[in-house]
């Protein structure tokens, strides 16, 4: 099989949010088809990819250097010993001559590739990704549902306790039992405030609520803060320093007993280990949170799970960051602990199947070919548009 062409393009995922550090009115999404020479049903298979939500597009840097290399290839070099595309050899072959360091958006761009090849890869198989996954990396018996949380609780112009609270009740409502919010984007009273309102709607038990800084606080905001969330036994606390200040997170980990997450904006298994090596991250408690779409996909987050496992981390110590549905089959298949997701925001890319039931914060990742972005009908309907 050969891959015969790739439709790359951006599109907006603006609204109206913003966190402790940005806003979201400019946001916008790469979305990618490859169509594929294997021909069902009378038309090709085509494999889609997007970088996740909530970073800036990879476009260009996509359509400049890194389709060039894959269309390029000669087309066996991206198969495997079976005949099949083989995300890993390509992968190879997209960061050939690449220095290594300096991540950037070359990990994005690289990530949406390996989102749509491994999207193809099961297509052509005709199974689900995550039975794909499974069968070819992990123990071929995936988990059937995954956990998910419903992160929102972001700061709007106007937006009230009552609307912050009537927010979280939806999220509930819609079958979540864990809900997360942002802060630091207002003073800590004003913050305190929040949070007080929010575990009253969810009955008073803290430790289903996660916050979420954002990578806005430095060391002494990270413990006043800290000081200060701490008797509520929160689900976690989440980035809450620059994602690269090592020394900062494992600074705060002397000084907070909870649950620690962080790992969205790291972008290598490099960086990663630095994080395991300097980060001060206890694997009994606390969560990592690389996105593989982000992170040069789901080859390299495979280096990441062999990293925390010479660290002594269980799989299920990781929920990758981004609620979209590629991180769902990778967490069914490589029984990680979960997933994020974001009901109602980043349209049309965030989020899952339109059909897709979360039950008991539990969600399965459906039985449709490949990732099955087809069942995001607005969605799909802006892919089918690249290619057709
Ligand atoms: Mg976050």
Known sequence: MKITSAYASTIPI????????????????????LVSDVIVDGKPVVGYGFNSNGRYNATAIMKDRFLPRLLGAEPDSLLAEDGQISPAKAWQLLMRNEKPGGHGERSVAVGV?????????????????????????????????????????????GKSIGDLQDEMRVFLDAGYDVVKMKIGGADLAEDITRIEAVIDVLGGDGSRLAVDVNGKFDLTTALEYGKAIEPYGLFWYEEVGDPLDYALNATLSEHYAPPIATGENLFSVHDARNLLRYGGMRPDRDYIQVDPTLAYGLTEYRRVQDELARHGWSSRRCVPHGGHQFSLHIAAALKLGGNESYPGEFQPTGGFADDAVISNSRIAPGDRLGIGLEGKAEFYRLLRGLHS
Not at 14 to 33: E, G, P, Q, V, Y
Not at 119 to 129: C, E, H, Q, S
Request: glycine share 8%.
């Open 113 to 157: 590739i390996d989102m749509a090849l491994h999207d193809l890869a099961a297509k052509i198989a005709g199974v689900p990704l995550y039975r794909w996954i499974s069968d070819n990396y992990g123990d071929g018996d995936p988990d059937e549902d995954v956990f998910v949380y419903a992160a929102g609780g972001y700061y709007v112009p």
């Open 14 to 33: 603006s609204s109206s949010i913003r966190n402790a550090f940005i806003d979201f009115s400019k946001m916008d999404c790469t979305i990618l088809a």
